[in-house]
């Protein structure tokens, strides 16, 4: 538990809810910020906080709002050792149907976990847009997206179920990537090409490395999921890319003699990418590069745009 007081964004954040649901929870049932200094808005305190948790977990499991906040008003101040009033105080003894596994990721991650969970896409795109707004593309996508993600994933090889949660985020995700690529178009002749490999539909990684790109001023152009290697050579041999990457999620997918494909295409970019957890780094031909994390991805699509810019230039 926090000891510092927060604003109604972050506790929003940390519960996963909307922050239109807070002014809801505060304006009807008097859930609200009880910290007050003079001259600034009030402020949530760790008690306010514990006694909010409650609130949520409660309607989350189909308890009335009027309910859930009696209950919630009832509860006693965080005990000593920092755990919130939600552990002595619950109804039902039910914790909201489970848990998406985020590690040790940042609260957000969390607050994020347990909206998806609720199927609350307003929580979901509120969260995602907020973290977009203040730490950009890479950090959104490796402190809150990717965790949240692959413990969606993990939950679901355990039950074979949060096929729906899976849905829902991935589409609030696409949505918020897209809106963020949009913000920023950059200048410029598109100089990098982005592609999944044949038969591979895991687009989202993709998305964020495009997202990440508007975000750097780099301009590229995007051809999405399933594209057949002759396809992909076509598009080559028509614009003429600095750099292509192509995308892998499963080894499935992962075939290398795409990319001895794109580094035998008449018009050879300057750079290949494999990027993806599908692609294995003992297989690939000589000359592609394998990065390992989006910021590493951006950069270097970057600086084979700007050498490509440079020797026009000279």
Do not use: F
């Not at 200094?37 to 189909?62: F, K, Q, S, V, W």
Request: net charge neutral; proline share 7%.
């Amino acid at each position: 538990m926090v000891d510092e007081a927060l604003s109604a964004g972050a506790v929003a954040r940390r519960l996963g809810v909307a922050v239109t649901t807070l002014r809801t929870w505060h304006q009807r049932y008097g859930l609200g910020p009880s910290e007050h200094i003079p001259g600034h808005h009030r402020r949530y305190t760790p008690t306010d906080l514990a006694r909010l948790e409650i609130m949520r977990r409660l309607t989350a499991e189909g308890v009335s709002p009027a309910e859930a906040a009696r209950w919630a008003r009832q509860a006693p101040d965080p005990t000593p050792n920092g755990a919130s009033a939600t552990a002595r105080i619950h109804p039902t003894g039910r914790d909201g149907g489970g848990t998406i596994p985020v590690g040790r990721a940042a609260p957000a991650a969390r607050g994020l976990a347990r909206a998806a969970m609720r199927l609350d896409a307003a929580a979901i795109s509120e969260t995602i847009a907020h973290a977009l707004g203040t730490g950009g593309v890479v950090a959104t996508w490796d402190d809150l997206l990717r965790p949240v993600l692959a413990g969606i994933g993990e939950r679901h090889a355990a039950t074979a179920g949060l096929i729906e949660v899976e849905h829902l985020v991935s589409r609030c995700v696409s949505e918020a990537l897209a809106a963020a690529s949009r913000a920023k178009v950059p200048t410029g002749p598109a100089r990098i090409l982005l592609s999944c490999a044949d038969e591979e539909q895991h687009t989202l990684p993709l998305e964020a490395l495009a997202a990440a790109l508007a975000e750097a001023g780099v301009s590229y152009r995007m051809l999405g999921a399933r594209v057949p290697v002759a396809a992909l050579v076509e598009a080559v041999n028509r614009t003429g890319p600095a750099a292509v990457v192509l995308w892998s999620h499963t080894r499935a997918t992962a075939d290398p003699a795409q990319l001895s494909a794109l580094l035998a295409a008449p018009r050879r970019p300057l750079l290949v990418l494999a990027a993806g957890p599908g692609w294995q780094a003992d297989t690939l031909p000589a000359g592609v590069v394998r990065p390992v994390e989006l910021a590493e991805a951006v950069s270097l699509c970057a600086a084979v745009r700007d050498s490509l810019d440079q020797s026009r230039r000279d």
